[in-house]
Structure formats: structure tokens, C-alpha cells
T-cell receptor, first 113, second 114 residues
Framework: EDQVTQSPEALRLQEGESSSLNCSYTVSGLRGLFWYRQDPGKGPEFLFTLYSAGEEKEKERLKATLTKKESFLHITAPKPEDSATYLCAVRGRLYNQGGKLIFGQGTELSVKP | GAGVSQSPSNKVTEKGKDVELRCDPI?????LYWYRQRLGQGLEFLIYFQGNSAPDKSGLPSDRFSAERTGESVSTLTIQRTQQEDSAVYLCASSSLAGAGEQYFGPGTRLTVT
């Protein structure tokens, strides 16, 4: 069964304190690993897609990396506006899964000034 | 351009009543998805539409749930005889690539069943 586990559930950082969020996954043939940001009361906002081990993508203070078993979202010198819940999701290759995404529970990040 | 829109933004209903939720995808996006997010939990897949193909209904939790899509435009999710466990945020997403690529989400409809 395809599964995504994110850790930690919650992370509190001081402004400028870099850290990483983890996403461990098991999937029958990875067809993409996705990172989203979700602010309270809003829908998830797309950040990155990674397709193969070794791939990396960056956007401002965020950098996503991928191995065969997990992905990391590195946050460098975070600011209070980076506070949000970060969601990881995977898409498997099995035909009957269509295009659906399997989501983890999310990591709630709080950055204090 | 305009993103995915959903209506209503909030819906409070009594147990046993039927509700209808609406989703307008991004123009030109052929794939449309519905997900459910219970409080403090991740997103749970419900149903997937792609063009004129038969929808993937594998995530619908019971026969009280159904969804329709008109061509490549509006979709409605209907929940009949609502139960308290149906309380959640219902999110719609669309994608330009069939079964591939990133999905863009709407703001969701918060459903509360009293």
C-alpha cells in the first residue's frame, strides 16, 4: 500500500534558524513527489515536483531534495512568513491510481521573530 | 489567470440533509480531483475526472457520495443524508496534464454537519 509519512508533526524555529522537514514514502513506482504549502483556511499551494532520486529544486529559502525512500524540504534562514503547514504527496505508477496524490499528514512550521 | 474556485466557502447543514458542493477548475485543465481534509489530517482522495473517460471513484467513502462533471468544466460533489463524520474541508484541484503534473487547489468548502 502506498504511504507517506512526514516528520516532525510540528516544528518551531527562531527566525534565521535553518532546519529540514522529512517526507518518507513507499510507493509502487514513483511518478512524482510533490511539496505543497498550506496556510490556515486556504487550499494547498504548489511548491515543487521531484521525479527521480538525486533531483533538487529551489525556490527562495526553500530547497527540496529526493532519494529513493525520502524527500527533504530544507528551509534556510526562515522568516515568520514561512510559517505554514507543509504537505508532501506522491503519485504512484499503478494504472488504477490514475492521477491521484497520496498525502502525508503535514508538518506545521512556526517561525518566531 | 483565475485559479480554481469553489462554492460555497462554508456550509452548515443538519444531519440527514443533502448538500451540493461546486468546483470551477482552471480554464483548459482537463483533469479534476476532489479531496477531503479532516481537521488536523492530510488530504484524502475522493474522485478523479479526466475528459470523457470514466471517473476514478475509488476514494468515495460510501454510496452517499457522488460527483459529476460537465465536459471539462464545472464539477459538483453531492453528499446525501449527511452524517457528522462528513464534517471536513472539501478541496477541489485541477491539472493540465492527464494523470500527471502538479495539481492546483481551490480554497475549499468547509462543511459542518450539526
Amino acid at each position: 500500500e502506498d504511504q507517506v509519512t512526514q516528520s516532525p508533526e510540528a516544528l518551531r524555529l527562531q527566525e534565521g534558524e535553518s532546519s529540514s522537514l522529512n517526507c518518507s514514502y513507499t510507493v509502487s513506482g514513483l511518478r512524482g513527489l510533490f511539496w505543497y504549502r498550506q496556510d490556515p483556511g486556504k487550499g494547498p499551494e504548489f511548491l515543487f515536483t521531484l521525479y527521480s532520486a538525486g533531483e533538487e529544486k529551489e525556490k527562495e529559502r526553500l530547497k527540496a531534495t529526493l532519494t529513493k525512500k525520502e524527500s527533504f524540504l530544507h528551509i534556510t534562514a526562515p522568516k515568520p512568513e514561512d510559517s505554514a503547514t507543509y504537505l508532501c504527496a506522491v503519485r504512484g505508477r499503478l494504472y488504477n491510481q490514475g492521477g491521484k496524490l497520496i498525502f502525508g499528514q503535514g508538518t506545521e512550521l512556526s517561525v518566531k521573530p | 489567470g483565475a485559479g480554481v474556485s469553489q462554492s460555497p466557502s462554508n456550509k452548515v447543514t443538519e444531519k440527514g440533509k443533502d448538500v451540493e458542493l461546486r468546483c470551477d477548475p482552471i480554464s483548459g485543465h482537463t483533469a479534476l480531483y476532489w479531496y477531503r481534509q479532516r481537521l488536523g489530517q492530510g488530504l484524502e482522495f475522493l474522485i478523479y475526472f479526466q475528459g470523457n473517460s470514466a471517473p476514478d471513484k475509488s476514494g468515495l467513502p460510501s454510496d452517499r457520495f457522488s460527483a459529476e462533471r460537465t465536459g471539462e468544466s464545472v464539477s459538483t460533489l453531492t453528499i446525501q443524508r449527511t452524517q457528522q463524520e462528513d464534517s471536513a474541508v472539501y478541496l477541489c484541484a485541477s491539472s493540465s496534464l492527464a494523470g500527471a503534473g502538479e495539481q492546483y487547489f481551490g480554497p475549499g468548502t468547509r462543511l459542518t454537519v450539526t
